[in-house]
């Protein structure tokens, strides 16, 4: 199953969710077993009774940032949106953007307020390079120890571009990030765990299932489209994440105990996976914990080192998130699965429903 083509699929137009429930934990669960090869529909309230006593939970606890920026072009007036990648440590920025035509080095784009209101200053962006990959360093006319506070003065939640909507709704700054999340850093959010109240998290503790965070900034190397046939030909983009020395001694000892490891969604499969890559012992996460960029693509045949169940959303077809489930899961079991949820009318994407694979 090396071949792309291996993970496509069908997906009706009206089953991609657009806006949220009412309340997160409205969502549908389908329950994946791959001992026994069944599918069972629940409901995300029903978690805590689908894990054991002694399984722990690992949550991604990065903050999104409002890292969608629209704009035009000083000296053509072409409209640009983009998207705030990262800050570079000399102050640039590394941003991916588009407009009509051709931009130029030494272009000068100015950014205008994503939400008009206050009186704020200027932002103004000056192209330096462009990378092979389309991602220009640029140099910010505001001069910042963060990013963050500019952006959050002009830039909207990024939201993925099938919800038709360019700016993002007061809703969607509340529900475009998990109850949890903490660490600013992405420019998507982790959504696994947008079902999440703290209700239901404290539902989970009080079934004597553990919680442990982990970070992964996600970027666009989690979402970047796999354009070639065979999967060992896709390039990852790395992106930065930590597995704390809490977490490390939290889920080791989980384990010696005989409990399982769910992670909560794809971003926290990654983490843990490139974090046991830098242990010494099998099966067992470094102690020191671990931090870092990562490029880890998971791909069938893999061997998971420290998960043993996924929390996850319904993901896109021939992205490297569902190749990613396929190889946890099974690619036949998975695809029933999809094809389940299909048929039964799940809800598909970032604002969709959930599946558990255990």
Known sequence: MDQISDYDYELPAELIAKVPLDRRDASRLLVVRRGDHTIEERSITNLPELLSPGDALVLNDTRVLPARLIGHRVNTGGKWEGLFLCANSDGTWKV??????????????AIIPAHPGDAKPELRLWLIEKDIDG???????????????????????????????????????????????????????????????????????????KQAKVTLHVG????????????DEHRMHSEWCELPVETARTLNGVRAKSGRI?????????????SARESDKMDTLPEQGWRGDTDLFIRPPYSFRAV??????????????????????GRDLLMQAYQYAIRERFRFYSYGDAMLIL
């Not at 971003?267 to 996976?273: M, N, P």
Request: charged content about 15%; glycine content about 8%.
């Open 96 to 109: 991916i953007g588009q407009t009509r035509g051709h931009l130029q080095t030494g272009e000068e784009i």
């Open 135 to 209: 991602i220009w360093t640029c140099q910010p006319s505001v001069d910042s120890g963060s990013p963050e506070p500019v952006l959050q003065q002009f830039g909207t939640m990024p939201l993925p571009p099938y919800m038709d909507r360019l700016i993002a709704s007061n809703d969607d700054f509340e529900r475009y990030q998990t109850t949890y999340a903490s660490r600013p850093g992405a420019v998507a959010a982790p959504t696994a765990g947008l079902h999440f109240t703290p209700e239901l998290l404290d539902r989970c503790k009080m079934a004597g299932v």
């Open 220 to 231: 666009i190397g989690t979402f970047r489209p796999i354009s070639v046939s065979r999967l």
């Open 262 to 274: 769910i992670a909560v969604g794809t971003t926290s499969v990654r983490t843990l996976e490139s």
């Open 308 to 329: 043993d169940g996924l929390l996850t959303n319904f993901h896109l077809p021939r992205s490297t998130l569902f190749v990613l489930v396929c190889a946890l899961g």
